[in-house]
């Protein structure tokens, strides 16, 4: 089985108080579609896809463990130091599941609060492991699908440039020979601003990315 990640861009930021004052910042929205092909090309059967958010609700969910990373993580399980946030809810609604997700105060779940707070859109991607098969014009997931979990929080690829500035709040740092480092901001900046145009958005993920995997928590 093959590592399968699908991302959706729109979902909701939401801020809520609780009793005691405090904030809580919560992602909602869609996180998965069936029985619909994706700009992936593929499709999820509902019924497949509705077995494993039953069985990712009963184990995962209910029991306060259901995790998720941010940034794209390389294989199925849970990174727990790169976690940024907990699923709370996950329920069908028609084809779609709608998904409900708290950002912890780890220090992914800071980045991603930083980086809403400087503007950055971002979204949520499933991953799971299974078998595709094709049929007409697309891949059609098959029943060996597994659910590993509803929602990483990713960059759209549209996101502003000021995605640099949300990164690390009180730390810079800058991007070289293939390693992040502690510098002035304003060359990590630089680095993207002198990107031709056709190659913007690829350096912005590029670097947006590389900074997730080698960024070093303490």
């Known amino acids: 089985m093959k590592l399968i990640s699908e991302e959706i861009v729109d979902v909701k930021f939401i801020t809520e108080d609780s009793d005691s004052g405090k904030k809580s910042h919560f992602i909602e929205g869609v996180f998965l579609q069936s029985d619909i092909k994706n700009r992936n090309g593929r499709m999820y059967p509902y019924d497949t896809l509705n077995r494993e958010v039953m069985k990712y609700d009963e184990n995962y969910i209910q029991k306060g463990r259901a995790l998720g990373e941010l940034g794209h993580p390389d294989g199925p399980t849970i990174n727990l130091d790169r976690v940024s946030h907990k699923i709370v809810s ?20 800071r980045i ?6 400087e503007g950055v859109k971002l979204g949520v991607s499933s991953r799971g492991l ?6 007409g014009d697309m891949n059609v997931v098959k029943d060996d699908f597994m659910l590993s979990t ?4 990713v960059a759209d690829p549209s996101a502003p440039d000021a995605f640099v500035e949300g990164i690390m709040e009180g730390v810079e740092w800058i991007w070289s020979n293939g390693i992040w480092q502690e510098a002035k ?5 630089s680095y ?9 958005v690829e350096r ?3 670097v947006f990315e590389s900074l997730l995997r080698n960024i070093q928590i303490s």
């Open 90 to 109: 996950l329920r069908s609604e028609g084809k779609n599941f709608i998904g409900k997700a708290k950002l912890l105060e780890t220090p992914m779940g």
């Open 130 to 135: 299974g078998s595709i098969e094709r049929k």
């Open 150 to 153: 509803a929602a990483d929080i």
């Open 112 to 117: 991603a609060k930083n980086l809403l707070d």
């Open 192 to 200: 993207i601003d002198n990107s031709p145009q056709h190659d913007l």
């Open 185 to 189: 901001l304003s060359e990590a900046k």
């Open 204 to 206: 912005q993920l590029k």
